[in-house]
């Protein structure tokens, strides 16, 4: 049953982080392309699918408290790649965008693959409730590799320097999955003055707010076709190294599962990368609309 409420929630998360995307994008381009800077947030903060997909963005950031309560980091977080899935859908039905083919092919294809990763790997929960000292090494960890990505986003090719930052986001948020588990678990446990009190709500805050500025940056500096599959694609990796190290979560690993999972999540990967290149750019469609 916890599981299931764990894939539930997982797939509303991933719903609604599409619609709020695409929300916000649809609300960012459709006044004058010339607007900048304040002119442009003074025009989006009375625009009102801006402020939906602000609504989205918390039902977010809810059902995924929700997800990882009740589920592994290593079953929810993989999950997450259906939001690109979705995304199409939402592109298709809202956008009224034509999406080719490869497109609709490729989402078909890390569908399929993803279920077959998780379910050859069958993630469990265990009861482990991991410490303040525990988090101490993926901590130092992760901001080793953030101050190193940075560094090297300096400078080179806007792809290398959006690679670099999308590396850096998809391990704060991996991190930040673990703080948004034991901010969910210590809310049921203790209610919303313990949280209040406890760490782990101020670690999830810094480390989410991190990850939003590395995020920005990655989008800014080069091609969402380069950032995005890493992000995607590291998030989930790195959130299961952390779900097992940190909560001692339990996968299956005998030689053969080994074998079949390590090859779903490379066509998971290759489905990503294709799905990102062949969708049409948002801006533009709703440009011509």
Same mark, same amino acid.
């Given at each position: 049953?916890?599981?299931?409420?764990?894939?539930?929630?997982?797939?509303?998360?991933?719903? *609604?982080?599409?619609?709020?995307?695409?929300? %916000?994008?649809?609300?960012?381009?459709?006044?004058?392309?010339?607007?900048?800077?304040?002119?442009?947030?003074?025009?989006?903060?009375?625009?009102?699918?801006?402020?939906?997909?602000?609504?989205? $963005?918390?039902?977010?950031?809810?059902?995924?408290?929700?997800?990882?309560?009740?589920?592994?980091?290593?079953?929810?977080?993989?999950?997450?790649?259906?939001?690109?899935?979705?995304?199409?859908?939402?592109?298709?039905?809202?956008?009224?965008?034509?999406?080719?083919?490869?497109?609709?092919?490729?989402?078909?294809?890390?569908?399929?693959?993803?279920?077959?990763?998780?379910?050859?790997?069958?993630?469990?929960?265990?009861?482990?409730?991991?410490?303040?000292?525990?988090? @101490?090494?993926?901590?130092?960890?992760?901001?080793?590799?953030?101050?190193?990505? &940075?560094?090297? *986003?300096?400078?080179? #090719?806007?792809?290398?320097?959006?690679? /670099?930052?999308?590396?850096?986001?998809?391990?704060?948020?991996?991190?930040?999955?673990?703080?948004?588990?034991?901010?969910?678990?210590?809310?049921?446990?203790?209610?919303?003055?313990? $949280?209040?009190? &406890?760490?782990?709500?101020?670690?999830?805050?810094?480390?989410?707010?991190?990850?939003?500025?590395?995020? %920005?940056?990655?989008?800014?500096?080069?091609?969402?076709?380069?950032?995005?599959?890493?992000?995607?694609?590291?998030?989930?990796? /790195? #959130?299961?190294?952390?779900?097992?190290?940190?909560?001692?979560?339990?996968?299956? @690993?005998?030689?053969? &599962?080994? /074998?079949?999972?390590? $090859?779903?999540?490379?066509?998971?990967?290759?489905?990503?990368?294709?799905?990102?290149?062949?969708?049409?750019?948002?801006?533009?469609?709703?440009?011509?609309?």
């Amino acid at each position: 049953m916890q599981s299931a409420l764990a894939v539930a929630f997982a797939l509303a998360t991933a719903l *609604a982080n599409a619609f709020a995307l695409a929300s %916000q994008h649809a609300a960012s381009v459709s006044g004058d392309p010339s607007r900048r800077g304040w002119a442009l947030l003074a025009y989006l903060v009375r625009h009102p699918l801006w402020l939906l997909g602000w609504i989205g $963005m918390g039902a977010s950031l809810l059902c995924q408290a929700i997800a990882l309560h009740y589920g592994p980091l290593a079953l929810v977080q993989p999950l997450l790649v259906t939001e690109l899935v979705l995304a199409l859908v939402i592109r298709k039905l809202w956008l009224h965008q034509e999406l080719r083919r490869m497109a609709w092919a490729s989402a078909s294809v890390t569908t399929l693959a993803l279920v077959v990763f998780l379910v050859t790997t069958n993630p469990r929960a265990s009861t482990w409730q991991p410490t303040l000292r525990d988090w @101490t090494g993926p901590g130092i960890v992760v901001a080793v590799l953030v101050a190193i990505a &940075s560094v090297v *986003a300096r400078r080179g #090719s806007p792809a290398r320097r959006a690679g /670099a930052y999308a590396g850096a986001t998809a391990a704060l948020w991996a991190l930040e999955a673990t703080f948004i588990k034991a901010t969910a678990d210590v809310l049921v446990a203790g209610g919303i003055s313990t $949280m209040l009190t &406890s760490w782990p709500l101020y670690a999830l805050i810094g480390c989410g707010a991190v990850g939003l500025l590395t995020e %920005q940056a990655a989008l800014h500096v080069g091609p969402l076709k380069i950032s995005q599959p890493i992000i995607v694609i590291v998030d989930p990796l /790195a #959130s299961i190294v952390l779900g097992v190290s940190l909560y001692h979560e339990r996968l299956v @690993t005998s030689p053969l &599962s080994s /074998a079949f999972a390590g $090859m779903a999540f490379v066509v998971v990967a290759v489905g990503v990368v294709v799905m990102t290149r062949t969708v049409p750019d948002t801006a533009h469609a709703l440009h011509r609309r």
